[in-house]
């Protein structure tokens, strides 16, 4: 029978089918953070078991992590208190912990793939949505609950039904200043913040193969925006090119023997996929979203819909957004004033968007009125930019960077979007109160928050 | 050992907007606890609590009209974060099923692992819900988990609803995921040794 990626990968790694149930899915990567796990753990202890896997399973904490002031002790309590629950729940059942103090520490979804701990052909779990990131370099990777997470510590499995298949295939070229960023938040624009629930995505066509990995994370990550289980990109060269001499990555000739393995990974043609969708690069331009969820999104030169024809709970809910957003309807954003920009995240947060904004940035100033964020996704990457010198440039251009975390994307830390305020946020959601009570968040790509860290004000990065 | 689900009869909380994500459910500046206990005090807290903490007359939770163990919500309900806190937040305030025309993967899951039952019915059913409720806010429905069935009492309306047959059993009789994977450990590590 004809396969796809999804169903190779997904089918070895079934250890029992349970009749009319779930499948019985072996997880080879269990990525925890402070935030999801300590019921988790907690559960383990009332049962007086251990991690089954502790070899399999790697600790980081991000989420509610300050992004400056890391030499002092955590200031918020429970934040602190969460933190120090994993470094010990890590410590006692034998988990290796990217702890503060340690500079491979970052977000989960930014370390796991820089260490080589993901890897091609794997089913990897965090109780975290945006796990699809790791989807990016061939793996079947997804988001769960803690219920999930206990399972997955206590047997190194957890209990799934197959989801149906989707296979998104995007040819052609991007155009300028259009990221990946900017082609997820089209796609997610035409098929809605639901259009993808019960589905995994297979992305596919010479625009994704075109992609750098960065890039294609960003594009895996935001899968789960469609409310997909998750997002996968098959394995190439660009994959194997990229995983060579990371530090979990297998050496000598088991590197062989993986590569070998990865290049089977591919879509066998004529494979059955439940659903399919195609889409032309050529037709993404820079994007922002002007809505509360991130189906909510326009390109930047465009204007907001009408809303004419809605009924229904259809019609609460955009006037609802659109009441949030203080926006009104048919208006056009360029313009509009924005008080801050962050630039960061699983989505953002690679070493390639701090080159973008950095190119972008370069010789200009930051606006006066704009408060600026940009927080690197991991210390590597904040190695990196140092290395690369970006630092001096974003310095000159009156920006600062802050310490690795996941910060303003959900606003867990002190990182927190004042109510009323408008942010340019290259992170994933636009939720209501995401970014901190009352925040206004207009999602976008590096070059669309660099333009307006410039301007003040959202405008198109083409015109700079 | 989880609290276990048959029949509910029920007024119904409406709360007819779409893409209700988990942030507006439980908020993340409230994830910070080390235990399961007490999120239900901050369900929905920025649509129920103004900057003062002030509760907002309008929402629907703060109405005294609307009671009971069943909330009803628009299309793709718990959409975005995996946070098993929403569902704990559902549960703890006291809901014991939530309605929708979709639900988003993870909440499902999260909602079944925590005796919570997601009830999905078409599109129409929901707007009979939500207009019946609207008319007369003591409107009752039936949910039968044995049978699979959503039964709007007044017009005796009812509705098949699906469920995974493995979650119906754990449902039905509070049985939990774990305990059924620790009794399959000489599977998983045959699994792990097949070469």
Redesign the interface.
């Known amino acids: 029978m004809k396969k796809t990626v999804f169903d190779k990968i997904w089918d070895s790694h079934v ?2 089918r ?5 499948e ?1 899915l ?1 997880i080879d990567r269990h990525l925890v953070h402070e ?2 796990s ?2 988790a753990f ?2 383990l202890d009332r ?1 007086g ?1 251990k991690v089954a896997r502790p070899e399999r399973t790697f600790a980081v904490c991000d ?2 992590v300050p992004t400056l002031n890391r030499h002092l002790p955590i200031v ?1 309590e ?2 602190r ?2 933190v120090e ?1 994993l470094a010990r729940n890590a410590a006692g059942h034998g988990v290796t912990y990217f702890g503060l103090g340690n500079p491979k520490q970052g977000v989960v979804h930014v370390v796991g793939p820089e260490l080589g701990i993901t890897l091609p052909g794997m089913t990897i779990v965090c ?3 945006h ?1 699809s990131t790791h989807g990016a370099y061939g793996s079947i990777a997804f ?6 997470v ?2 997955t510590l ?4 957890i ?3 197959k ?1 149906q298949k989707m296979l998104i295939e995007i040819n052609g070229r991007l155009g300028k200043c259009v990221t990946a960023k900017d082609l997820v938040l089209y796609i997610v624009y035409k098929l809605t ?2 259009g993808g ?2 589905y995994f995505i297979e992305f596919a066509g010479s625009a994704v193969r075109e992609l750098t990995m960065e890039g294609r994370m960003t594009v895996c990550n935001m899968s ?1 925006e469609m ?1 997909a ?1 998750g997002g996968l990109i098959a394995p190439d060269e660009k994959t194997f090119e990229y995983f060579y001499g990371r530090e979990y990555a297998p050496k000598g000739a088991e590197w062989d023997k993986a590569v070998a393995r990865w290049k089977t990974l591919k879509t066998d043609e004529g494979a059955l996929f439940d659903k399919t969708c195609t889409f032309d690069a050529a037709d993404v331009e820079p994007m922002i979203t002007y809505g509360t ?1 991130p ?1 909510m999104g326009m390109k930047i030169t465009g204007t907001v819909p009408t809303g004419d024809g809605l009924a ?3 019609r ?2 955009f006037d ?1 957004a659109l009441h949030y957003m203080g926006f009104q309807a048919g208006q056009s954003l360029i313009g509009h004033p924005v008080q801050y920009v962050f630039l960061g995240s699983c989505t953002n947060g690679r070493i390639e968007d701090f080159r973008t904004f950095a190119a972008f940035v370069k010789g200009k100033k930051k606006h006066p009125d704009v408060t600026a964020w940009l927080v690197p996704g991991s210390g590597s990457v904040e190695k990196q930019i140092c290395a690369e010198g970006l630092d001096k440039t974003l310095e000159a251009a009156g920006f600062e960077l802050r310490r690795p975390g996941c910060s303003a994307c ?3 830390n002190e990182d927190k979007i004042p ?1 009323g305020k408008y942010a340019v946020s290259t992170s994933n ?1 636009n ?4 970014q901190g ?2 925040s206004r968040t207009l999602l976008a790509g590096a070059p669309v928050a660099a333009a307006a860290a410039i301007t003040g004000k959202v405008t198109d990065p083409r015109t700079l | 050992m989880a609290e276990k689900f048959i029949t509910l009869e029920s007024t119904v909380v409406p709360l007819p907007v779409e893409n209700v994500d988990t942030d507006q459910i439980i908020p993340a500046r409230f994830l910070k606890a080390t235990t399961r206990d007490g999120f239900g005090s901050n369900l929905f807290r920025d649509w129920r609590y103004d900057k003062d903490n002030r509760p907002v007359p309008s929402f629907v939770l703060n109405n005294p009209v609307y009671s009971g163990k069943v909330l009803a919500g628009g299309k793709n309900f718990g959409s975005g974060s995996s946070r098993e806190h929403a569902a704990w937040a559902i549960f703890d305030y006291g809901f014991r099923a939530v309605v929708s025309s979709f639900f988003a993967d993870i909440f499902k899951n999260n909602s079944l692992n925590n005796g919570l039952l997601p009830v999905q019915v078409t599109p129409e059913f929901l707007a009979k819900i939500f207009s019946a409720v609207e008319q007369r806010p003591d409107t009752r429905i039936r949910i039968d988990l044995e049978k699979q069935e959503i039964t709007l009492l007044a017009t005796g309306e009812k509705q098949h609803f699906d469920i995974n047959g493995y979650k119906k059993t754990c449902l039905i009789n509070g049985y939990d995921d774990i305990d059924y994977l620790l009794s399959i450990k000489d599977e998983i590590e045959a699994y792990e040794n097949r070469g």
């Not at chain 1, 349970?18 to 779930?22: D, F, H, L, T, Y």
């Not at chain 1, 988001?143 to 999930?148: P, Q």
């Not at chain 1, 206590?154 to 499995?157: F, G, T, V």
């Open positions: 250890v029992k349970i009749e009319g149930g779930p019985v072996y935030v999801t300590p019921q907690a559960g049962r078991i989420h509610n918020e429970q934040s208190i969460q629950t109780g975290d949505s796990t988001g769960i609950g803690t219920s999930e206990e399972m206590a047997s190194q499995c209990m799934q039904p989801p913040a639901g629930t019960g789960i409310g289980r969820n189906g229904g709970t259809d609460i809910t609802k959900l606003a867990m109510a959601r939720f209501e109160g995401r009570p009352g």
